[in-house]
C-alpha cells in the first residue's frame, strides 16, 4: 500500500484538504496528515484523522511513546509528499531551508521522492516576485508545482491563486506514485 504525507497549510483552502484527504484513502492509500499550525485555524486535526483514519501530526515536540524520531520515520516511509493547500510561508520556509514546524521539518528530511506542493493564495501575493522566485527555486530543486487557477477568491479578488481543482490534484499524485 502506497502511504502519502499531507501537508495543510493556513489557508481558506484548508477544507478542501480534507477532500482530498478522503479521495486518497478510499483509494487506498495510507494518508499521513501533517497540519501547520494556522491550518489548525481553519480546519481540525479531527477531520483528517476521522478521513484517514490514522493519528494527525501537529506538534514537532509532543510527547513520544515509540522509538522513532518521528518526523523522520515519516519521511523515510513516504513514497510522496502533497501540500495542498500551501501558503506562501510554506513555500517560503522551504526554499530558504527552514524546518521550525513539523511540516516543514519532515519536509526536509524527504530525499529522492516526489514533493508536490499546490500554492493557494491571493493573487498578488501568489505573483509577488518573492513569492515566484521561491517557487522557481523549487522547481529547479525538482519540486512539482500543481498551478492555482483563476477564480474569485475568498477575499472578494477576482485572479490567480485559488487552489488547483482536486481532479488536477489527485491526477498529479497518482502519476507521482506511479
Known sequence: MKEIILGVTGSIAAYKAADIANR??????????IMTASAEKFITPLTFQVLTKKKVYT??????????????????????????????????KLASGIADDMLSTVVMAIKNKPIIICPA????????????????????LGYVFVEPKESLLACGDLGKGALADIETILKTVKNALA
Request: charged share 20%; proline share 2%.
Open 121 to 140: 493564495m491571493n493573487t498578488n501575493m501568489y505573483e509577488n516576485l518573492i513569492v515566484q522566485g521561491n517557487i522557481q527555486k523549487l522547481k529547479n
Open 59 to 92: 506538534d514537532m515536540f509532543e510527547k513520544v511513546f515509540y522509538e522513532d524520531v518521528r518526523h523522520i520515520s515519516l519521511a523515510k516511509k513516504a513514497d510522496c509528499c502533497l501540500i495542498a493547500p500551501a501558503t506562501a510561508n510554506i513555500i517560503g
Open 24 to 33: 486518497l484513502s478510499k483509494n487506498k492509500i495510507n494518508v499521513n496528515t
